[in-house]
């Protein structure tokens, strides 16, 4: 399988604006939208506030994960990065390594609690 030249663009750009009503990332140049919190299910919130900080926090404790874990773990991130960006192909989400997926993650949850803050004050 050959692989692509780098073009010298970054496959992932999360460079958003804050003063968008909603964040916006590029994937491969292509803008997408993140979804509102509120626009997520309760399963995916529930993974997004407890899942996740769990298994960062075992990650930097280096505990060890058996590769069921692991998977699951996977299957979370891949599923709540997809949940979040809105109208993205899952062929161009699965271009994403998991590392990128976690970001997508970070700035989704970073954007969206600074937000809260604000409409709450």
């Not at 692989?3 to 909603?22: F, M, Q, V």
């Not at 993650?105 to 409409?119: L, P």
């Amino acid at each position: 399988m050959k692989r692509k030249k780098p073009t010298g663009k970054p496959l992932l750009d999360l460079t958003t604006n804050g003063r968008s009503p909603r964040a916006v990332i590029a994937i491969d140049g292509q803008p997408y939208t993140l979804r509102r919190p509120q626009e997520l299910s309760l399963v995916d919130l529930h993974a997004l506030s407890t899942k996740i900080p769990q298994a960062v926090q075992a990650l930097e404790k280096g505990d060890a994960m058996t590769q069921t874990e692991r998977a699951d773990v996977s299957a979370v991130i891949t599923r709540l990065c997809g949940a979040i960006v809105v109208d993205a192909p899952p062929a161009v989400l699965a271009r994403l390594t998991e590392l990128q997926r976690v970001q997508v993650i970070d700035v989704f949850h970073t954007t969206t609690s600074g937000r809260q803050r604000r409409q709450r004050a």
